[in-house]
């Protein structure tokens, strides 16, 4: 998240997902699986009620709040101007996953040696999940303003950003929590 706002915990009415997701326990959890993230994202964003008076618009850069901070993950709340974008960025380790709530965003990633450039449209509706590994750019190409829902576990701990160059990505920064 290369944007700065206020990191206030709102309380959130947690869905069955994030309720799961939530249980007390004794030991140190596991990260949980891409496939549950998408999961907790996903029925969130089908309940604007538990998020949408959080929303705001800024026209400087994207606006962000964490909704959830639990021991093995975290869930944000991201709006989205049109042309506001993340840059090429990995998520420090963490396994991950977003929803697009409202609007319509643009993902690019590498595909491999032999796809190149695989550019993804993801409408409202849509969530998409990733592994550890997993580094992209997300944007808002469209003509009105985007919300999504993003879930990392374990909570994200750092954040690098790439330049796309001819031979790849190349890896130009590195940023911590203190930055968000």
Same mark, same amino acid.
């Given at each position: 998240?290369?944007? &700065?706002?206020?990191?206030?915990?709102?309380p959130a009415t947690p869905t069955d997902a994030v309720a799961?997701?939530?249980?007390?326990?004794?030991?140190? #959890?596991?990260?949980?699986?891409?496939?549950?993230?998408?999961? =907790?994202v996903r029925e969130l964003a089908e309940q604007?009620?538990?998020? =949408?008076?959080?929303?705001?618009?800024?026209?400087?850069? #994207?606006?962000?709040?964490?909704?959830?901070?639990?021991?093995? &993950?975290?869930?944000?709340? =991201?709006?989205?101007?049109?042309?506001?974008?993340?840059?090429?960025?990995? &998520?420090?380790?963490?396994?991950?996953?977003?929803?697009?709530?409202?609007?319509?965003?643009?993902?690019l990633s590498l595909g491999g040696p032999d796809q190149g450039l695989l550019i993804r449209r993801v409408p409202a509706g849509t969530a998409r999940a990733?592994?550890?590994e997993y580094v992209h750019d997300v944007r808002n190409t469209a003509s009105g303003p985007a919300v999504t829902l993003h879930a990392y576990s374990p909570p994200l701990s750092?954040?690098? &950003?790439?330049?796309? #160059?001819?031979g790849g990505l190349v890896r130009t920064s590195e940023e911590g929590p203190e930055q968000w």
């Open positions: 998240m290369s944007t &700065h706002t206020s990191l206030d915990l709102a799961a997701a939530q249980a007390p326990t004794t030991e140190a #959890r596991a990260p949980l699986t891409p496939s549950t993230l998408r999961t =907790i604007p009620d538990q998020w =949408i008076h959080h929303v705001r618009l800024s026209t400087e850069e #994207r606006w962000y709040r964490r909704l959830v901070a639990e021991e093995d &993950h975290e869930v944000w709340l =991201i709006s989205w101007l049109p042309g506001q974008s993340t840059g090429f960025h990995d &998520h420090g380790g963490s396994r991950g996953a977003f929803a697009v709530a409202l609007g319509e965003l643009e993902e990733f592994g550890p750092s954040m690098a &950003h790439y330049d796309l #160059r001819a």
